[in-house]
């Protein structure tokens, strides 16, 4: 039983041996596979998508993985089966018979794609081109939106040489199936496949029609990540410095906390800088998010500021005011208590002597209250310019805030 089935093996690989040999022995690999050189060769194109690697928003290039198919009839590569021990099929060195020149037209650079160097014939002609491809192309990528946005990347077959009498393109699919076909698609990554919708056009150059398909492939980015390591944490430090100002402005804490809010609203955004993608002829919103937020934090710390300096101002201008600024240096640390029995005694010094220290003193007293009294209307006038500041601040910061779900609602919607 041994010996047969070597017996049929050796078989077996002559009559391929055989095969190969006849079909290539008077092959012309650079004539286009046609009887009639008026016929054109008919090419189908079939595409899956099945990852997109990379999308780089400064260089407006998009990397994608696709699973690639094409179809054609060549009319030399023609057997019967019958001859050649029933072989319907074989495998040849793509780099031995004719191949299409088709190429995509937004194609930028090499990607690291596997050499797959041969191709399947079967015995009616009909050749299976088929490979996995690293495609890095072109894209007019819009990253406004960041990180809400959606991408319409097309990928554009054509024949490079040969025009439409020469090598016309068609679907090996219905289009429709094309366009629905996600199931081979890894969704676990940043994007999300929506369809890949396809059309049939002619290209004219030079006097010339050459057909070509464009496949465009409709992606969305996955925004939970971006949402919560950069927008989730930039309205925590909005919240927090809005609720900062119910700190006292008098108490001093204020401003440093405020400063310390900013410094870290400042971090954050620095390392989370390559998270964001950069572009020259466009800024993304998000980007426009941040810089407002900063500006806003600025504000608020500027408004407190103000606030605090007013506080400061009006006390320097009671000393000034004052007629014993020297008294008030001396006695202006003590407390309350010890004030009203000075004044106490004073009075009864002033039923026993009236001596010019003792009147001195007790208008000086009269002039400290005077100024006490104008001291707490100037510190209320600040917490009420200090309130207004604050609803000017809640309001500049609702209208921002509705001005970015505007602009977000317009751009989904669109």
């Not at 079939?46 to 009839?73: A, F």
């Amino acid at each position: 039983m041994c010996t047969t089935t070597a017996v049929e093996t050796d078989l077996n690989l002559s009559a391929l041996n055989q095969l190969t040999r006849l079909l290539l022995r008077k092959y012309n690999c650079g004539v286009r596979p046609v009887q009639n050189w008026t016929k054109p060769t008919t090419v189908y194109i079939d595409l899956i998508i099945q990852s997109v690697l990379d999308v780089d928003g400064q260089t407006q290039k998009v990397t994608t993985s696709i699973w690639y198919r094409q179809i054609w009839n060549d009319e030399f590569l023609v057997w019967d089966p019958e001859e050649f021990d029933g072989i319907t099929e074989i495998s040849l060195s793509s780099d031995a018979i004719w191949v299409p020149d088709v190429i995509i037209s937004e194609f930028v650079d090499v990607g690291k794609s596997p050499v797959i160097p041969y191709v399947y014939v079967n015995c009616s002609g009909t050749v299976k081109n088929y490979k996995p491809i690293q495609v890095v192309s072109a894209c007019h990528l819009e990253i406004y939106a960041f990180p809400f946005d959606k991408q319409n990347c097309t990928l554009t077959f054509r024949s490079w040489l040969h025009s439409v009498n020469e090598v016309d393109l068609a679907l090996w699919r219905p289009a429709e199936e094309i366009a629905n076909d996600t199931k081979d698609f890894m969704n676990d990554g940043e994007w999300e496949l929506l369809s890949v919708p396809s059309h049939y056009c002619t290209l004219e150059q030079e006097d010339r029609d050459y057909a070509q398909i464009q496949f465009n492939v409709l992606i969305r980015r996955r925004p939970l990540l971006y949402v919560v390591s950069l927008l989730i944490p930039s309205i925590f430090f909005m919240v927090v410095d809005v609720t900062s100002f119910y700190l006292p402005p008098n108490s001093g804490t204020r401003i440093t906390f405020k400063t310390s809010i900013l410094l870290g609203f400042t971090v954050i955004r620095v390392n989370l800088m390559d998270e964001i993608p950069a572009t020259a002829i466009k800024t993304p919103l998000i980007g426009v998010f941040f810089a407002v937020c900063m500006a806003l934090l600025v504000l608020s710390l500027a408004m407190s500021i103000f606030v605090v300096k007013l506080l400061h101002y009006s006390e320097k201008e009671v000393k000034e005011m004052s007629m014993s600024a020297c008294l008030l240096d001396k006695y202006g640390s003590m407390d309350q208590s010890f004030i009203e029995s000075a004044f106490t005694s004073m009075k009864t010094l002033d039923d026993m002597e009236q001596s010019g220290e003792v009147v001195s003193l007790r208008l000086y007293l009269q002039e400290e209250d005077n100024e006490g009294s104008s001291q707490s209307y100037w510190v209320e006038l600040c917490l009420k310019v200090d309130k207004l500041l604050f609803c000017v601040y809640l309001l500049i910061m609702l209208i921002y805030v509705m001005t970015l779900l505007l602009l977000w609602g317009v751009w989904s919607s669109a």
